[in-house]
C-alpha cells in the first residue's frame, strides 16, 4: 500500500502535511524520515492541542480513570467486588482522555480504514508507555479483532498500536464473540461470557500488557486478561489503552 508520504515524495515535495487537518507542517520529509523516524510529530499544534493528556491528575489507581480522587473507581469496585473478576487485571494505564475531538479522529481510524492516523500519535503513546512500563519485562498482546471484523477494516488498529513499541509481541488470542462493543450497554458490556479463547499455557508464566484502543468499562480487557491468566497461564496481566473514557 502506498502511504500519503510515500505519495508526498513520488510527486518531488518535501512538505509534511498534519495527518489529521492537512494543515503543512514546518518539518521537511524525507525518505529517512519516513523509514526511521516514525516517532516525529505528524500532526500541528493546533490538532495535537486538541488531544488531552492524562497527565497530572487524580486517577482509580486500578484503570487510571481521571477522577476527582485517587480511590477505585465504580467500574473498578465493580471488578474487584466479584471473586471471578478479582485482580484479574494488575492495573490499565491510558494516554488520553476521550473528548470530542479524540473521538472523531478514532472514528477515522478505526472504521474509515485511515491506518496511517496511527502515527499522529506515536510520540505521546510511546513516551507514556514508557513512564508506565519502562522496567516492566513484558510481552504485549494485541486484543485481536475477530477475522470478519479484520477483513472489514483492512487492519486491527490495537495491532498497529501495539507495533509503535518495538517491544516482544505475541498473538495468543482468539476471538470467538463478534458482537460490537460500542452496541452494547454499560451492564451488557460487564456480564460474565466467553469472549476469547486461547491454547493451554499459551503465555505460561509470563507477564503481558494487552494493547487496546479503547478502555470503556474495562469488560474487553478484563475478558482477554481472565483468557490469558486461567487457560493461557500467565504471570500476569495488565493493559495500556491510547485512550481512557
Known amino acids: 500500500m502506498t502511504t500519503r508520504f510515500a505519495k508526498a515524495i513520488e510527486k518531488g515535495g518535501n512538505e509534511l502535511h498534519c495527518l489529521i487537518c492537512e494543515a503543512p507542517l514546518l518539518h521537511s520529509l524525507s525518505w529517512r524520515a519516513l523509514f526511521f523516524l516514525r516517532s516525529e510529530e505528524k500532526i500541528c499544534r493546533a490538532c495535537k492541542d486538541n488531544f488531552i ?4 491528575r487524580a486517577v482509580c489507581p486500578k484503570c487510571g480513570r481521571p477522577q476527582e480522587s485517587e480511590e ?3 467500574d473498578c469496585l465493580k471488578w474487584e467486588a466479584d471473586p471471578l473478576t478479582r485482580s484479574l487485571l494488575r492495573q490499565n494505564r491510558s494516554v488520553y482522555i476521550y473528548n470530542t475531538f479524540m473521538k472523531e479522529v478514532l472514528a477515522r481510524f478505526k472504521f474509515r480504514g485511515d491506518a496511517e492516523l496511527v502515527f499522529a500519535f506515536a510520540p505521546s503513546f510511546i513516551n507514556a508507555f514508557h513512564q508506565y ?3 516492566t519485562p513484558a510481552v504485549l ?3 485481536p479483532l475477530s477475522e470478519e471484523r479484520k477483513a472489514e477494516r483492512g487492519f486491527n488498529q490495537a495491532e498497529r498500536l501495539a507495533s509503535l513499541l518495538k517491544k516482544p509481541v505475541m498473538h495468543p488470542l482468539i476471538r470467538i464473540e463478534n458482537e460490537k462493543q460500542s452496541k452494547k450497554s454499560r451492564k ?3 456480564k460474565p461470557k466467553t469472549v476469547f479463547r486461547t491454547e493451554k499455557g499459551s503465555v505460561k508464566n509470563l507477564d503481558i500488557i494487552l494493547i487496546d484502543d479503547l478502555y470503556t468499562t474495562g469488560a474487553t480487557l478484563h475478558h482477554g486478561a481472565d483468557c490469558l ?3 493461557g497461564e500467565a504471570k500476569s496481566v495488565s493493559s495500556f489503552t491510547l485512550i481512557r473514557s
Request: positive net charge.
Open 53 to 56: 493528556r492524562i497527565e497530572g
Open 72 to 74: 477505585l473507581c465504580g
Open 133 to 135: 512500563y519502562r522496567h
Open 141 to 143: 498482546v494485541p486484543i
Open 188 to 190: 451488557e458490556r460487564i
Open 229 to 231: 491468566m486461567t487457560s
